[in-house]
């Protein structure tokens, strides 16, 4: 007989998936029908061969949300789709020959038979790839429309250089030094590139973090990484090759202390400067050398300051002095212009730097007791500046010397961000094509709109040869200017993928439009995204671009809202033995052979009952194997009560049995919902479920409940569990109660269950548990006092020793503190 009660997720959770499949059950139309809406949706992933441990969090989170609004009568847009253009198949493709389409289809595919028999809850008639032409002829529209703008501009400009990739790498792509991607050296480059202009909306992504509910660490990422700064900006020339170099400071009141030039490696004009002098070998042996160091190694207040004299000179604007100019590791291209002023007198790295090499110290600010052996960077009087501004206080002298540079024309009041415009050229194949054509009468030729997609042509050589793969394909390279009819050629540079990712969660509101990216008013009905679900790790670079696309297209006139997305929840990772998760280290997670062998809902169940979700976890194999006991048990109570007991409703006489598991079933409620409703506590609501579990085979075993109330404890854990492990869910509420447990409202806790004359009341010496006892509900705090430390556990621990004081938490513990 037991047998027939075997939890068997082999057989369930298909059962289940067929009916949602056929049904169509998570599709949701456009069309209002009184309800109210909401979009949930996690970070698409990047197809790149099985789903991964983080995608079966990341996508169970969002699907507890997802159902938890369904059930409270929302119609919610739950889609998904894959960022399927980039680094990863090229390189795929350059070791196998296989075509990147068709190992990107594949992966594709994978992952679309695993998200499906993980029961994830998606709207599939929304799906696409962003490598599809019906997605990237959008992408490159909305190029156009930044294009015609002056948005999307080209220029030269020294840039991240990947030798083996091959390829430019964006700033945030270069770690200490090396290709984020494949670990290599990077060099740099002075290139033509195509750029967004995204730093002409820095004030507005800063005050706008203030609109939405975000974590606050990451608005403090997204806030740093702007890094906005007051300041003047002041020109020095280089009278040797005429060049004006200007300077951003926030410290103009010490310009009169200024005493040498630092440029940072990166410095488009450092090669430049040292071309053909007796410097240029030396010069280029540090530049190289640097760019293996991280910026966070080399702005390290700690480290020991390096540098090469170029050999040239800069003029002070306020003083005529000349300054001698240096390259150093110290000085970031991303603060600023990449070069600056150093005043070693009043600033701690230009001292180590000024003392390192015999630089003149020249104190301007009073206030310091030996700027020789010691910066001040202190406020104070100026002195040894100029008869007009020594002896005032620094910070008004410091507005009069930017007034006197405004109107002599050598520097003015500015505001500076770290924040640089985003670099979108990859000498890639893979990926979305620029929709550019290039003319030696015309210039630079935006292709018709009628011409779109440009479709990305197949070629023999993916291998990056230090220009695209794409100018080898002379074909289609080849073209007749769309301004003259003369002979052109198409930009052959394609797009970062990061651009593909910066509006694809406005498609999926109207995913089959041919004739828009979207419909405004459909658009209009679903935007902004109520919930976005994601890795921390996008919180710069994914978030800040999809913002600034926003905001751009928004300006533009062709959406109505400011942000993408108005909530943001960033989840922890999965760790193995404490360490992340890699190939190299052996420890990776399949989710696909806990499936195999527990089924999808434990490992998703487990998965959010590890810990908070927003905190990295460590995985554990005894943890499977105690939420897989968990399910089958409540399973295999729900069929063994739905075939043994009476479908009745609850009798007029309750009895004690039945109290218990009705005041358990409805605190489960109340504690689930809590936990769910905004805090995603999903741990603590998983552990409720337990608790109400454990309550009812106590009952079944110990007590003699009515099959009334039996079934309704049984069937409120059923729907309870059902965000979490929605195929058990579904098989034991349709077992007790002969319905579908997602057409059924969300349940609601009945006040009067919730109260009790008495609960368990935790009693606590030093912090320890030390014993429990009950406590009446409605006990003052000495009555609570006196009845834990009138216990002999708690006195067996405070024998002999001095009571210093008695924490009481009312309605939950006593903590007796001793010593």
Not at 606 to 635: K, M, N
Request: proline share 6%; hydrophobic share 40%.
């Amino acid at each position: 007989m037991a047998e027939s009660y075997r939890y068997d997720p082999s057989e369930i959770e298909p059962r289940w998936q067929r009916v949602w499949n056929d049904e169509h059950t998570w599709e949701v139309s456009n069309e209002p029908d009184g309800r109210e809406q909401a979009y949930v949706l996690e970070m698409l992933p990047y197809p790149s061969g099985e789903p991964h441990v983080g995608h079966l969090k990341n996508y169970s989170v969002g699907d507890a949300v997802a159902h938890f609004r369904r059930r409270h009568g929302m119609r919610v847009l739950h889609p998904m789709g894959y960022d399927a253009f980039g680094l990863p198949a090229e390189n795929h493709a350059i070791s196998t020959g296989q075509h990147p389409r068709e190992s990107t289809n594949a992966s594709i595919a994978s992952f679309q038979r695993q998200f499906r028999e993980w029961g994830i809850s998606i709207d599939w008639s929304r799906e696409f790839g962003t490598h599809e032409p019906r997605y990237y002829r959008w992408t490159q529209w909305i190029f156009l429309k930044l294009f015609e703008r002056g948005l999307a501009y080209r220029a030269e400009a020294a840039v991240k250089w990947c030798p083996h990739d091959q390829t430019v790498l964006a700033n945030e792509q270069v770690i200490d030094g090396r290709c984020e991607r494949c670990g290599h050296l990077v060099e740099v480059r002075q290139l033509e590139q195509w750029f967004f202009r995204i730093t002409d909306y820095a004030d507005r992504l800063l005050d706008d973090l203030d609109t939405i509910e975000w974590p606050a660490h990451v608005k403090t990422m997204q806030r740093n990484w702007i890094g906005r700064s007051e300041g003047a900006e002041v020109t020095f020339r280089n009278e040797e090759l005429g060049i004006d170099y200007p300077v951003f400071t926030t410290r103009p009141d010490t310009l009169f202390g200024a005493t040498f030039f630092v440029m940072a490696p990166e410095h488009p004009d450092v090669f430049r400067l040292v071309e053909g002098t007796e410097q240029e070998q030396a010069v280029h042996e540090y530049v190289n050398h640097v760019l293996t160091e991280g910026n966070e190694d080399r702005g390290d207040a700690e480290r020991e300051k390096t540098g090469v004299f170029l050999g040239r000179h800069v003029v002070n604007p306020v003083n005529g002095e000349r300054l001698p100019m240096y390259v150093a590791d110290y000085v970031l291209m991303e603060y600023g212009t990449g070069a600056i002023m150093a005043v070693p007198a009043h600033d701690a790295r230009d001292h180590e730097f000024a003392r390192k090499f015999g630089l003149p110290i020249r104190e301007v600010v009073a206030g310091g007791e030996d700027v020789q052996a010691e910066a001040y960077t202190g406020d104070g009087p100026l002195l040894n500046s100029h008869p007009d501004f020594d002896g005032l206080p620094n910070r008004e002298a410091l507005e009069r010397i930017v007034a006197r540079l405004d109107r002599e024309g050598k520097g003015h009041a500015s505001v500076n961000y770290r924040l640089r415009d985003w670099l979108l050229s990859r000498q890639r194949y893979w990926g979305c094509p620029i929709p550019i054509i290039h003319c030696e009468r015309c210039g630079i030729v935006p292709v018709p709109e009628d011409q779109l997609p440009v479709v990305l042509p197949d070629v023999a050589d993916y291998a990056p040869k230090g220009r695209s793969p794409l100018a080898a394909a002379e074909d289609w390279v080849n073209v007749s200017c769309p301004s003259c009819g003369g002979p052109a050629l198409r930009e052959t540079d394609t797009m970062d993928t990061f651009v593909d990712s910066s509006w694809y969660f406005m498609r999926y509101t109207d995913a089959d439009n041919d004739e828009a990216p979207w419909d405004p008013e459909v658009l209009a009905r679903w935007m902004p995204v109520d919930q976005y679900i994601g890795g921390v790790e996008h919180a710069i670079l994914h978030l800040m671009y999809a913002r600034f696309f926003t905001k751009a297209l928004a300006d533009l006139g062709y959406l109505n809202f400011q942000e993408p997305f108005a909530r943001l929840f960033t989840q922890g990772m999965i760790t193995r033995d404490g360490a992340k998760m890699s190939k190299s280290r052996g420890n990776v997670i399949s989710p696909q052979t806990y499936i195999e062998r527990y089924g999808a809902d434990t490992a998703r169940a487990y998965i959010l009952f590890i810990g908070p979700p927003d905190q990295d976890a460590d995985w554990s194999d005894a943890g499977v194997e105690g939420v897989h006991r968990f399910l089958a048990r409540l399973w295999r109570m729900s069929a063994e009560t739905a075939d043994q007991t009476p479908d009745h409703p609850l009798p007029d006489e309750l009895s004690e049995a039945d109290e218990e598991l009705l005041r358990k079933a409805h605190w489960a409620i109340e504690k689930v919902t809590n936990d769910m409703a905004g805090r995603f506590a999903f741990n603590t609501a998983i552990a409720a479920i337990m608790e109400l579990t454990n309550t009812i085979s106590k009952q079944r075993e110990e007590g003699d409940p009515s099959p009334g109330a039996l079934r309704f404890a049984l069937a409120t854990a059923a729907s309870l569990l059902f965000p979490f492990a929605p195929h058990t869910a579904a098989d034991a509420h349709q077992l007790l109660t002969g319905r579908r447990v997602w057409e059924e409202p969300w349940p609601a806790a009945e006040p009067r269950w919730l109260e009790r004359d008495t609960y368990e009341l935790v009693c606590q010496v030093n912090g320890k548990v030390r014993d429990r006892v009950l406590a009446p509900t409605g006990a003052a705090r000495e009555e609570l006092e006196a009845l834990c430390l009138g216990t002999p556990k708690v006195q067996a621990h405070i024998d002999g020793k001095d009571v210093v004081k008695v924490v009481v938490v009312p309605q939950r513990l006593v903590n007796v503190v001793v010593r």
